[in-house]
């Protein structure tokens, strides 16, 4: 393949590979011949799976474990590979045999879920762990972002009672700073203050419930750091 | 618990925790109370999978993906993470309510198990992958090297052969060099060529073939890695 083709697709991982070969074993659908990505993609996905658990356990401190594992399948399933893999154009870098090339093998779901599992496994036997984090994290942002938290199980104000519950604290309080703007538009100020943890945060929102819910959003992450 | 018992623990683990509460909670059972140790514990059993999986990946360059896949399965599963916690001692330090302890829950296999994967979690958490990845490598070296090649699914000789027609690439040339030592405890030592990779390696062995083996199993190494 041309080297500025790769490199259009390094451009679009956001990694750049001291092994080459290692790329193109990524990209090579076992149709075409060995070395091709079916060892590697065993290894991406597992990767994948880390990386990902890390980050929902991260982002959702009040999440229980099977509420975490149905997220996470929903974010390492084929459809959202196929999805990042169609945003990276990666069915342009695909190599096919013959037969998946007439038949269409490079808009295959499974064949790019599985080239983009692959090259996250390119990456980590490269460059180690922290740089397929990365690389991975970039491209899930958008899926990330799309998790809504009331699907994603418990609202913050529910995990976060939880969570002081189980340390055997008393609970949060809630109070209205500011109400700002006209009826039809108005900004809501909350604080919410944990005062045995000497933890006081604000969160704005369009109504008295979303700001209390951002204010115990962030106090969530502040005691997860903890 | 006293800070000498975990202290203990921490030994047979080698690693020191940098947050105690950490190590705490990766020991306590959801029966004694919150924090409890199983959202940790989707972390740490991500964690391992993952190591697991880098690890066969290298040791067994010959393997496909469905061997892998079965060899992970086989070191991640309740049966082995219980027979490693009891060499940890690891029921000595678990934290359970009143009803686990009076049913014997320190001994429960799933207990034991879902505690070991916890730690893995809690040593990512707090000081990331290789950290992790160097203590469950120690712990699993038994486990590794009591791996039988040929349950691992192809020896090296086929596997190796099957690496090279992928390839299409004749055939390795076994040469035998010099036989030692007495007849009841010979020692052979066998030369297996590449001739088109310009690859040369010795092997030795107890017969003319674990020999020839010894060496393929080589070839196949330096071959994954380039």
New interface residues.
């Given amino acids: 393949m041309r080297t500025e083709r790769l490199e259009r697709l390094e451009r679009a991982l956001g990694h750049t590979f001291l092994r080459r070969?290692l790329l193109q074993q990524a990209v090579t659908h076992r149709s075409y011949?060995?070395?091709h990505n079916?060892?590697i993609?065993?290894?991406g996905?597992?990767?994948l799976?880390?990386v990902i658990?890390?980050r929902l356990?991260e982002l959702f401190p009040g999440?229980?474990?099977g509420e975490?594992?149905r997220l996470?399948a929903n974010l390492v399933r084929q459809e959202t590979l196929f999805a990042i893999a169609q945003e990276l154009t990666l069915g342009n870098y695909l190599r096919l045999g013959e037969g998946e090339l007439k038949s269409g093998g490079f808009r295959r779901p499974s064949i790019l879920a599985d080239a983009l599992e692959a090259l996250f496994g390119a990456i980590?036997l490269e460059a180690?762990?922290?740089a397929a984090r990365s690389v991975i994290l970039r491209l899930y942002d958008a899926q990330f972002k799309a998790i809504d938290p009331r699907q994603a199980g418990k609202d913050p104000k529910t995990a976060l009672q939880?969570?002081l519950?189980?340390?055997r604290l008393a609970l949060p309080q809630y109070v209205l700073l500011t109400t700002r703007g006209e009826a039809h538009a108005q900004e809501f100020e909350v604080e919410c203050r944990v005062a045995e943890l000497d933890v006081c945060v604000r969160g704005i929102g369009s109504s008295r419930r979303s700001a209390e819910q951002e204010a115990a959003q962030q106090v969530c992450r502040i005691l997860d750091g903890r």
Same sequence: chains 1, 2.
Wanted: aromatic share 12%.
């Fill in positions: 070969e011949g060995t070395p079916e060892r993609e065993f290894l996905d597992s990767v799976n880390c658990a890390a356990f999440l229980r474990e975490l594992s996470r980590f180690g762990f922290e939880e969570i519950q189980g340390r």
